[in-house]
C-alpha cells in the first residue's frame, strides 16, 4: 500500500528557512511524479512545487519561485522541499502528493490529479 509520510514542519520566524521531507512506502518514488501543496486557514489547497520522476524537470509556483527548491533522493525515496526566506503568507499545511501516469508532471498544480497523500506537516511563518 503506498504511503507517504511528512516531515520538518515548524514554526520560524520570517527570513527562515525549513526543509521539508516526503518519504515513501510501498512504492519507488522515483517512478512517480511528486508534489507539494499547501493548505492555509480557510483556503483552497494550492499547489507549490513538482518533481518528475526523472528529476530532471521541477515546477514551481510563481509565488515561491526563487525561494523553494525541490529535489529528491531515489535511494532514500525520499523528495524534499527546501524553502528559504520564508514569509509569513507561506503558512499553512504543506502536503506531499504522489502520482503515476508516466512519471510526468502535467498539470501539476491541480490537487485532484494526485491519487495519493500524505497526512500533513504544519509550517508557520511569524512576522
Known amino acids: 500500500q503506498e504511503q507517504l509520510l511528512e516531515s520538518g514542519g515548524d514554526s520560524v520566524e520570517a527570513g527562515g528557512s525549513l526543509r521539508l521531507s516526503c518519504t515513501a512506502s510501498g512504492y519507488a518514488a522515483s517512478d512517480y511524479c511528486m508534489g507539494w501543496f499547501r493548505q492555509a486557514p480557510g483556503k483552497e489547497r494550492e499547489g507549490v512545487s513538482a518533481?518528475?520522476?526523472?528529476?530532471?524537470?521541477?515546477y514551481y509556483a510563481d509565488s515561491v519561485k526563487g525561494r523553494f527548491t525541490i529535489s529528491r533522493d531515489s535511494a532514500k525515496n525520499t523528495v524534499y522541499l527546501q524553502m528559504n526566506s520564508l514569509k509569513p503568507e507561506d503558512t499553512g499545511v504543506y502536503y506531499c502528493?504522489?502520482?503515476?501516469?508516466?512519471?510526468?508532471?502535467?498539470?501539476?498544480?491541480?490537487?485532484?490529479?494526485?491519487?495519493?497523500w500524505g497526512q500533513g506537516t504544519q509550517v508557520s511563518v511569524s512576522s
Open positions: 518533481i518528475d520522476s526523472g528529476g530532471g524537470t521541477t
Open positions: 502528493a504522489a502520482r503515476y501516469v508516466g512519471g510526468r508532471c502535467l498539470s501539476w498544480y491541480i490537487p485532484a490529479v494526485f491519487p495519493y
